[in-house]
């Protein structure tokens, strides 16, 4: 378990916290998950809950389009702008 929580960078007080927690729970035994890496990059989040994902090397020029085509379609149906 300790080197569990080094390799992952978890404080021990706070894995043996949980195990407190989820002992109380209906759920099944505690078993170990992996997190799969994210891409390096950044996320966007824009109105009406969409998420843009941006990794390193993205076209500018397309990133452009599709957030003037977004924020148009956004707009549509707010008072005073055309439908």
Do not use: Y
Request: proline content about 8%; some cysteine.
């Amino acid at each position: 378990m300790a080197e569990f929580c080094r390799n992952h960078m978890i404080p021990p007080s706070s894995f043996f916290g949980w195990r407190r927690k989820l002992a109380h729970c209906e759920a099944p035994a505690f078993v170990e998950a992996t997190v799969a890496p994210r891409p390096a990059g950044i996320e966007l989040r824009l109105r009406g809950g969409r998420r843009l994902l941006l990794c390193r090397g993205f076209d500018r020029e397309l990133l452009a389009e599709a957030l003037t085509a977004l924020e148009a379609i956004g707009r549509q149906g707010e008072p005073g702008e055309p439908a």
